[in-house]
């Protein structure tokens, strides 16, 4: 996921990207960490995380919008602005061989 942040809400950014890193890994999923501004004014943070297939994350997906847990984590987002666009890109990883 790449996100546009509002830089003066970091905070709150953090605390959505912990409730979606908790929920990824419960629901079967790989979170490999969000990557936020580390110096310098930037509004750009990345997140990247996997399931074992896309039926996995599509049972995950469904989960959006009607599961408390779901919808509490986005309602950190919303209430605080703290994302001002998101874009969902799907990618393989191509591992290393021997």
Request: aromatic share 14%; glycine share 6%; charged share 30%.
């Amino acid at each position: 996921m790449h996100y546009t942040i509002d830089p003066a809400q970091i905070a709150a950014f953090e605390d959505f990207a912990r409730a979606w890193m908790r929920l990824v890994a419960r629901h079967g999923g790989v979170h490999h960490g969000y990557f936020l501004p580390a110096e310098g004014a930037s509004d750009k943070a990345e997140a990247l995380f996997s399931f074992e297939s896309l039926a996995a994350y599509e049972r995950y997906r469904a989960r959006f919008g009607n599961d408390p847990e779901f919808v509490a984590a986005d309602r950190i987002r919303d209430d605080s602005g703290c994302v001002v666009r998101y874009e969902r890109t799907f990618m393989r990883p191509l591992l290393p061989t021997d």
